[in-house]
């Protein structure tokens, strides 16, 4: 019998490039290749790459050098390593990659990783090969399943691309070039999936997608479903007990869904709603589409619904135009929403995006003092949150062994990392946990037995 061979695929960038990996890694598992946590061991490595800001383009050629350094090594045992990249960097500058890195063997656009093993059979015919079009078939039909081993090996909690692609054109943003027009997937391929990875021990599904509260995937009757309509199908599958989903646009969130956090106790109780800016001015020039109101509607609505909801967000400081003005609209914003996380970002201007071109650009010494402002209020949003969970008793799904013996960890309904001793069988359980403290970027805990006798913990 031949050897298998291995493949090491990095991911880089958002929640799809993570689940885009799993399924890379799934489509080469029948064409012989098994996963390997080891760069250096590695026949394919494959770098699933970002193109959202300059300096994530910047990290995806400094590591081709990196693993061109491996594939030298390799070369000199008599070993070949071939390096691919795909995801968004592959997308949007396809034959450049191979002109820039001549380390790069193959290029593989996002929409096409079901291709990726006859690239492959090519490619040891000796061509370079770059992949970038957006193919007529669909990739999702087109790709292998994972197997029920691979799937209890990724762990109790999983993505599931369920919309993809953008057709909103944010004026600063690359996804649409780089992911494409928005496209659902039909409700009934969803549910299979998600009954596939239920059976195979997953307990929390995150529904992802560009734009996912736009998700508006052919029904079971034919008709166009909402991310509503989904969640509920999706909220009766057995086994499974969580449900999130992430990114939603203000502008797509509509009553049904507010409805679905009133009605649905699976449907975890964290929203991540980008709002990018506080000022209308700013977030016209942004072509978001939605205003401060509009926004701060939306999340009145959901705490309507939900009481215990809790939001995150991303911001952009430094967008071309921004006055000290707009950024204290931003802050004010932040003051009155209260985060329980969120991601800020220094406006980084992107070849080919409207933005880029505007003539006036924000000074960079300006963005980043911004920067620094707002992730100042931010943090002290979340620590505040958190320290809000010590003495509560939470539900805790445990997901893995700590770093102790004895050790799990696990999540909060808030994403919250939380630390517990318990048995190792638990793990894929929610259990009752009293927080006794945080640390850096944790919670600790005791799980409260009281609720769960059979639940004795693995010092008791
Ligand atoms: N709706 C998308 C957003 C993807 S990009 C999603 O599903 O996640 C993630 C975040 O990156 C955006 O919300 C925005 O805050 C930030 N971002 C996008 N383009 C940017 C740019 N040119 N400069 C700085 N930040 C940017
Ligand atoms: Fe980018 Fe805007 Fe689309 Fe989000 S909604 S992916 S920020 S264009
Ligand atoms: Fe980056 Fe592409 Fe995701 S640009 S954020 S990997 S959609």
């Known amino acids: 019998m031949t050897q298998p061979r291995k493949v090491h695929v990095k991911s880089f960038g958002c929640q799809m490039n993570v689940y885009d990996s799993n399924r890379m890694a799934d489509v080469l598992a029948p064409a012989g290749y098994v996963e ?89 015919e000796g061509e370079k090969l770059v992949d970038t079009e957006f193919p007529v078939e669909d990739k999702f039909d087109s790709m292998a399943q994972p197997s029920r081993a691979a799937i209890a090996k990724r762990g109790v909690t999983s993505f599931v691309t369920v919309q993809e692609g953008c057709d909103k054109f944010c004026t600063f943003c690359v996804v649409p070039y780089t992911r494409g027009a928005e496209i659902s997937r039909p409700v009934m391929k969803i549910v299979a999936d998600v009954e596939k990875l239920a059976d195979a021990g ?57 409805d679905a956090h009133r009605d649905l106790p699976a449907l975890m109780p964290y929203v991540h709603l980008p709002v990018q800016s506080g000022s209308d001015r700013i977030l016209a020039v942004m072509n978001r589409r939605h205003t401060r109101r509009h926004y701060l509607d939306a999340v009145e609505k959901l705490r309507a619904a939900r009481p215990d909801l809790a939001f995150s967000s991303d911001f952009i400081v430094g967008f071309p135009g921004e006055t000290e003005q707009d950024f204290r609209d931003t802050l004010a914003l932040v003051e009155e929403v209260n985060y329980a996380g969120a991601y800020t970002f220094a406006y980084s201007p992107r070849h080919g995006t409207p933005a880029a071109d505007m003539d006036n650009q924000v000074p960079a010494g300006e963005s980043h003092a911004r920067l620094l402002r707002l992730q100042a209020v931010i943090t002290q949003q979340w620590q505040a949150f958190n320290a809000s969970s010590v003495g509560k008793t939470v539900d805790v799904l445990l997901e893995k062994p700590g770093r102790l ?9 808030y994403l919250q990392t939380v630390q517990v001793m318990a048995r190792p069988e638990l793990i894929g359980r929610v259990v009752p946990v009293a927080i006794t403290g945080t640390g850096t970027n944790t919670l600790f805990g005791d799980i409260v037995r009281q609720h769960a006798p059979e639940l004795a913990t693995a010092g008791a």
């Open 36 to 124: 390997t946590a080891q760069m250096a061991d590695a026949d394919l490595v494959i770098l699933n790459t970002c193109n959202i800001r300059e300096k994530a383009v910047d990290k995806v050629y400094s590591e081709i050098g990196r693993v061109r350094e491996f594939k030298e090594a390799a070369a000199a045992e008599g070993r070949e390593m071939l390096i691919a990249v795909a995801g968004c960097v592959a997308q949007a500058e396809g034959k450049e990659i191979t002109r820039r890195a001549g380390a790069v063997d193959l290029v593989v656009g996002s929409q096409n990783y079901h291709r990726l093993p006859g690239m492959i059979a090519k490619l040891r």
């Open 202 to 258: 997953v307990r929390e599904i995150t529904l992802i997608g560009q734009n996912v509260n736009a998700y508006h995937g052919d029904g079971p009757d034919g008709r166009p479903a909402t991310l509503a309509g989904l969640l509920y199908r999706l909220a009766e599958t057995p086994g499974i007990v969580r449900l999130r989903y992430t990114t939603s646009h203000p502008l797509d969130m509509r009553d049904d869904l507010v």
């Open 405 to 413: 013996t004895g050790q799990l960890v696990g999540k909060t309904p």
